[in-house]
């Protein structure tokens, strides 16, 4: 079994150690909050430290939970070693962290894996077999919405790096392609980065917009596909789908599962197989380009 340790148990570092725990491949947990470290890992009775470093000997692959802006700089002296990696999205705060932490992994041979959760919603994946089947036809828009109120703990990056990435992965992964074009419209209001955006991607013969916010009162995860035979309508949190067209309704039977639970496996299990991750490194880079070039970095 491989034996994999977490750097940062904030609320998605904990969800991290609960389910490799539930896996029985947990070995070690990091956190710079001594008392935080010490209690998770005496829940799951596993090594716990303050220190990063420790863990290079100790585990065969990690998971970086740690904001964005320390993305690169945790994940360095593990990629260097070797050592597997699954970080959280965005892969970086910057595009030349991020083709250095690719470039690390293909030179040292380490799994890179970037958490882009969304691609593993069974929503999502039974989304991306009816567009290739044709139900919809030609996909004409994508129209997602992903909106919450302002969580205080956003401090690092704006709502484009913390939001947006996740359906930029999403639409991109349901088309198969990359955009021609970004256009995009950014404000800030309360948060020391942008809080809200829409996003218009051209993909040629589809244009997606994404509309991205920290000013609704209530949690909105949503996407629409409008092809010339067909719509879909896509719940993220509920997963639910959806397709109607001119004669029939299609409620899709989707078996709902933790997205994060079979984005782990599918760690664990690229690294047991020699194969590539779902979201590799340099999917993770193509995605946070996108980003930037949306804020107009």
Not at 54 to 59: F, N
Not at 125 to 138: A, N
Not at 190 to 213: P, Q, R, S
Not at 249 to 278: A, G, M, W
């Amino acid at each position: 079994m491989i034996k994999v340790g977490v750097i940062g148990l904030g609320n998605m570092g904990q969800h991290h150690a609960r389910i490799y725990a539930g896996m029985g491949c947990l070995a070690a947990v990091v956190d710079t909050d001594l008392d935080r470290a010490r209690a998770i890992g005496e829940r799951y009775g596993v090594y716990w430290s303050h220190v990063a470093a420790d863990l290079l000997y100790m585990v065969d692959a990690v998971s970086i939970v740690v904001p964005t802006t320390q993305h690169s700089i945790v994940a360095h002296d593990f990629l260097q070693s070797g050592m597997h990696c699954l970080v959280e999205k965005p892969i970086a705060v910057s595009y030349d962290e991020g083709l250095g932490m690719v470039m690390l992994a293909k030179c040292h041979g380490a799994t890179l894996a970037i958490g882009h959760i969304e691609h593993f919603n069974p929503a999502v994946v039974k989304l991306k077999e009816v567009v290739e089947s044709g139900i919809l036809g030609k996909i004409l828009t994508i129209v997602t919405k992903r909106v919450n109120p302002y969580v205080e703990r956003m401090q690092d990056v704006g709502v484009v790096i913390d939001s947006a990435t996740h359906d930029i992965g999403v639409v991109r992964y349901l088309l198969g392609k990359e955009p021609r074009s970004v256009f995009a419209r950014t404000g800030r209001e309360m948060a020391h980065k942008e809080d809200y955006a829409t996003i218009v991607l051209d993909f040629g013969e589809t244009i997606a917009t994404i509309e991205v916010n920290w000013f609704t009162p209530h949690k909105v995860r949503t996407l629409t596909a409008t092809g010339t035979k067909g719509i879909a309508s896509l719940d993220y949190i509920e997963q639910t789908l959806v397709v109607r067209n001119s004669r029939d309704t299609t409620v899709f039977d989707i078996e709902n599962c933790e997205p994060l639970t079979l984005e782990l496996q599918d760690f664990i299990q690229s690294i047991e197989q020699h194969r590539p991750p779902k979201v590799d490194g340099a999917e993770g880079l193509a995605i946070l380009g996108i980003a930037l070039e949306s804020t107009g970095k």
